[in-house]
DNA sequence: TTGGAAATTAAACACTGTTCAGTTAAATTT
DNA sequence: AAATTTAACTGAACAGTGTTTAATTTCCAA
């Protein structure tokens, strides 16, 4: 089985290339900019091999798109530590900022573009999922702070909605650049300033 | 001069066509899907005409863009009978996100896309102004607000910033359709109810 | 009627995602 | 070892994109 095993070692790699091509590619220029050209030429193949390893340019949005959710919930794993749930759910919105703002191209790719996102869709993708996903733990996060007596008289997916586009709304101005005029004059501390400034209601509920 | 005033017209009369077809096609199949062929076909002229109109495709873009403005404007307008800034604050909520829902090709354009924005920099655009601009009139409403002694400790661009932040992320995530995932359930009222759960939030503010 | 300016077109350029008939190389069978 | 099958890979083509430009048509003024 030794070949057999090594063309399928193969054809990971090349997969793995495509993927680090296109995710260093996409991080360049954005993804609508990156063509399977510029993929190709970057691993010295011809554009058609990348349709034997991914049905379309969606199947790459695809894997980079997961990608992203995984390395989203590998940084909020540490936050497992923080015992008091109000205090673990303002951790997790600087933590979804920080890594918005410092991967705006993924979070780009994962909250904000548009695309034939079938698998968006899919609910059974895990970073939905209540142990696993990132939104689960936002959401259960929120339950405990329920459960401790705040957010009175909210329903608990409402409030996770709101507070997560609460969050969303602002990195995404942030990354599409609508913030500078609202206030031209300080625009690098608006996202945290707003966040504190949301903190600083969320700690009255 | 009537036959300059009529080259005049006719050149309006053409730009305006180039506008319509362009609105027509993008609300059928959105921005990066409406060519400039496509445009040129409706109009039943080539497509090398639409560059002695509009400098590229996103002058166009430009141009629908500042359209999309001065109607979110003139919904807004009618909010200045509301004496009591309290309650128009929240009537602004509720037609900024009927305007976003209702249009979303525009608000997409306006709020969401991606482009070489230039324009959308230009703090000279007078949607921002004080005065006239949608956003002026948020500004200004959320000044009254504090003057009330609502968002007490808050600090006047902060929680603009944020509210607009809220609602934008909320019909931002419906537009893109990541609204699904979170609450497969109920995902038409999803809005309406994260948008409720934020008024009673501001009520106690 | 003719000359020139303005409006409009057609063709071209360099791209895009995607497909597919071929070539090439490697593995299996005879 | 030779022949055959299988898989990987290529390169050209297709239909589309935004944009530019040389040529053409249209139209008005002298």
């Known amino acids: 089985m030794t070949i057999a095993d090594r063309k399928v070692r193969e054809k990971e790699e090349l997969t793995q290339q495509i993927l680090a091509a296109a995710r260093s590619l996409f991080l360049e220029k954005g993804f609508e900019k990156t063509s399977i050209r510029n993929i190709a030429d970057r691993i010295d193949y011809s554009p058609g091999i990348i349709y034997h390893y991914f049905k379309d340019?969606?199947?790459?949005?695809?894997?980079?798109?997961?990608?992203?959710?995984?390395?989203?919930?590998?940084?909020?794993?540490?936050?497992?530590?923080?015992?008091?749930?109000?205090?673990?759910?303002?951790?997790?919105?600087?933590?979804?900022?920080?890594?918005?703002?410092?991967?705006?191209?993924?979070?780009?790719?994962?909250?904000?573009?548009?695309?034939?996102?079938?698998?968006?869709?899919?609910?059974?993708?895990?970073?939905?999922?209540?142990?696993?996903?990132?939104?689960?733990?936002?959401?259960?996060?929120?339950?405990?702070?329920?459960?401790?007596?705040?957010?009175?008289?909210?329903?608990?997916?409402?409030?996770?909605?709101?507070?997560?586009?609460?969050?969303?709304?602002?990195?995404?101005?942030?990354?599409?650049?609508?913030t500078d005029i609202i206030t031209p004059e300080e625009v690098d501390g608006i996202v945290d300033n707003g966040f504190k400034a949301f903190l600083k209601i969320l700690d009255k509920l």
């Open 57 to 178: 340019k969606n199947e790459i949005f695809h894997a980079l798109h997961t990608e992203g959710f995984s390395e989203l919930r590998k940084k909020m794993e540490v936050l497992a530590v923080v015992e008091n749930p109000m205090e673990r759910l303002k951790a997790m919105g600087k933590i979804y900022i920080q890594f918005a703002l410092k991967n705006s191209d993924i979070y780009d790719l994962m909250f904000i573009i548009e695309a034939p996102i079938d698998h968006v869709k899919d609910s059974s993708d895990p970073c939905w999922n209540e142990g696993s996903g990132a939104f689960g733990a936002l959401r259960s996060t929120i339950k405990s702070c329920m459960d401790q007596g705040h957010f009175e008289g909210h329903h608990l997916e409402h409030i996770t909605f709101m507070i997560w586009a609460t969050v969303h709304g602002m990195v995404s101005l942030q990354i599409r650049k609508r």
